[in-house]
């Protein structure tokens, strides 16, 4: 049975806003307690924790917009931005919190059961599922190229984990000095890669073998509409792509990576402030934004650090996609790549793959020495002392002087090894068998056929 994602995030988002509610009555209570009892600190504490309180509660909001927004709620979705813009601005010393809390029914009650679900949701997301494949579109990619500035006369290596058909990557480096590497689950989408990007791998690429910290640039358009598995196997995949991709991108090498706005949250953010720097976010031009609501986020790994306040900033613009920037706004020559070149040791794909293989073969110093003939193999080998009866008999039967025989007396030579029985009576009513092997020789001479024995 598959259930999804969307509606288990519902589900979790439901629980955590009735939750949070609660939760703040309760605080909102004590408060009042403990200024009756004249127990001022402690009330400014209470305070302080319902301020906690109500920032979770924004962030749950903000969550479910997200989520109302991949399933095509737009109802829903600017219901909840208007409720998250009240909730920042709600006086938490109010005395009676029931209106507040009335607020939420209209936005709770729009919530899909993960049980019984309205049919046009769950086509919906049915839909996004079976499309499954979001090639970049190409105009965007030069725009994205634009910004780029390329090291002269240095090689690059780019690495692409989810290629498809290898058209962004290579669209993408045109006229550079660049390594294409793309790895493709869909094997006819990888053989149409292979024609024109230098290395593909075949298969998952969380189950294949990369070298660490060889990319100059990591272009990342990963699967992101995806449903949870019975038994519990998340596949929020554009999430575990960013983690896992961003090992293979060296230091100063350029992040180029593409989701819908919608997916773009608080724990992914945190991944991008973390790890890079010189962030910047578009979103994709109206008809193209209008297909997948795509954003592209680019940014320079550098060492991890604290980056939660940007990250917090960075949630925030993602959460109104009309504050996002259009990408005909990006920048020309604004990311600089790193003129270190470096060799791409290991790439292997998780499924076997032929013209792989022929690569790797060919490289290999250890296939020349396995075919390496040394002067003794090239000269004719006799025996030191002439062959006895036995010896002859060996090599009949091995096959070793198969074929044409040119001498005196031309023939063509076939020896086999046949099983025989031999029985013995032994005269007082029993017999012994004996099986042994008999040498044949079939010998073809201008004269006719023979076989020896």
């Known amino acids: 049975m598959e259930r999804y994602y969307v509606l288990e995030r519902f589900e979790l988002m439901k629980s955590s806003v009735i939750s949070s509610l609660e939760g703040m009555t309760i605080k909102r209570d004590a408060i ?28 749950n909001i903000l969550n479910l917009k997200m989520l109302f927004c991949e399933a095509d709620m737009e109802t829903c979705s600017i219901y909840a931005d208007k409720l998250y813009a009240a909730v920042s601005k709600f006086h938490l010393l109010t005395s009676d919190y029931t209106k507040f809390k009335e607020a939420f029914k209209p936005l709770l009650a729009s919530i899909p059961d993960n049980e019984v679900t309205d049919a046009s949701v769950v086509g919906r997301l049915m839909n996004n599922i079976r499309t499954g494949y979001y090639p970049t579109d190409v105009e965007h990619v030069k725009m994205i190229k634009n910004s780029i500035v390329f090291p002269e006369g240095k090689r690059i290596n780019v690495f692409d984990p989810c290629c498809g058909c ?34 593909v791998g075949f298969g998952s690429f969380f189950h294949s073998r990369v070298s660490r910290e060889a990319f100059h640039m990591l272009f990342l358009n990963p699967p992101y509409l995806s449903v949870l598995k019975e038994g519990g196997g998340n596949t929020r995949s554009e999430k575990q792509f960013l983690v896992d991709g961003l090992y293979h991108l060296m230091d100063g090498g350029l992040l180029m990576y593409i989701i819908p706005f919608y997916r773009l949250t608080s724990d992914i953010a945190r991944i991008l402030c973390d790890n890079f720097k010189d962030i910047q976010m578009f979103r994709f031009k109206d008809d193209e934004f209008k297909k997948f609501k795509q954003i592209l986020v680019m940014g320079i790994k550098k060492s991890k650090g604290d980056g ?13 996609m009309e504050n996002i920037p259009v990408i005909t706004e990006l920048e020309g020559e604004h990311y600089i790549l790193p003129e270190q070149e470096k ?31 040394s002067a003794l193999d090239a000269r004719e080998k006799r025996p030191l002392l002439p062959l006895n009866t036995g010896q002859i008999g060996l090599i009949g039967g091995s096959g070793l002087i198969n074929g044409y025989i040119d001498c005196e007396s031309p023939h063509i030579l076939k020896g086999r090894i046949i099983k025989q029985t031999k029985s013995l009576d032994n005269g007082d009513g029993t017999l012994t068998e004996t099986r042994v092997n008999k040498m044949i020789f079939n010998v073809l001479t201008p004269q006719g056929f023979k076989s020896l024995a």
Not at 167 to 189: F, N, P, Q
Request: charged share 40%; net charge negative; hydrophobic share 35%.
């Open 166 to 199: 290898g058209t962004a990557l290579d669209v993408l480096t045109s006229g550079k000095l660049a390594d294409t590497y793309g790895i493709e689950l869909d094997e006819m989408r990888g053989e149409e890669a292979e024609k024109c990007l230098d290395r």
């Open 32 to 59: 009042e307690k403990s200024r009756k009892h004249n127990k001022i600190e402690r009330a400014r504490e209470q305070y302080q924790e319902l301020e906690t309180s109500r920032k979770r509660l924004a962030d």
């Open 308 to 320: 939660s306040v940007d990250a917090e900033r960075m949630v925030q613009l993602a959460s109104d």
């Open 343 to 373: 060799k791409v040791d290991l790439f292997k794909g998780a499924v076997f793959n032929l013209g792989e293989l022929q690569r790797q073969l060919a490289g290999s110093k250890s296939m020349e020495f396995l075919f390496e003939k």
